[in-house]
């Protein structure tokens, strides 16, 4: 069971980019997906989660600027950011609370975003 995040890259300020998240693996259902990023020198800290009926929670800092979605079908957590800006900047990790069939909670490798002019 793995989750494999991509989507990362460089952007210009008040540019977008889409993360996504999927799990794999002999899995045996999904509860809360999620979002958190460790900027350098910071602690790590949510960005945005969603539960399986897609009821979302996000940090004030970026609310209004990045939307959390999931696809249940295919196992994957999306993160679509916009008007990005500088402070953005950081590692981004996707969580997701599996079924394994027993309950586990699992981190993807991190994807670096980074913004710059």
């Known amino acids: 069971v793995q989750l494999q995040a991509s989507g990362g890259g460089l952007v210009q300020p008040g540019g977008s980019l889409r993360l996504s998240c999927a799990a794999s693996?002999?899995?045996?259902?999904?509860?809360?997906m999620g979002w958190y990023r460790q900027a350098p020198g910071k602690q790590r800290e949510l960005v945005a989660s969603?539960?399986?009926?897609?009821?979302?929670n996000y940090a004030d800092s970026v609310k209004g600027r990045f939307t959390v979605s999931r696809d249940n079908a295919k196992n994957t957590v999306y993160l679509q950011m916009n008007s990005l800006k500088p402070e953005d900047t950081a590692v981004y990790y996707c969580?997701?609370?599996?079924?394994?069939?027993?309950?586990?909670?699992?981190w993807g490798q991190g994807t670096l975003v980074t913004v710059s002019s």
């Open positions: 969580n997701a609370d599996l079924r394994v069939p027993y309950p586990a909670n699992y």
């Open positions: 969603i539960t399986s009926g897609g009821r979302t």
């Open positions: 693996g002999r899995i045996f259902g999904i509860n809360d």
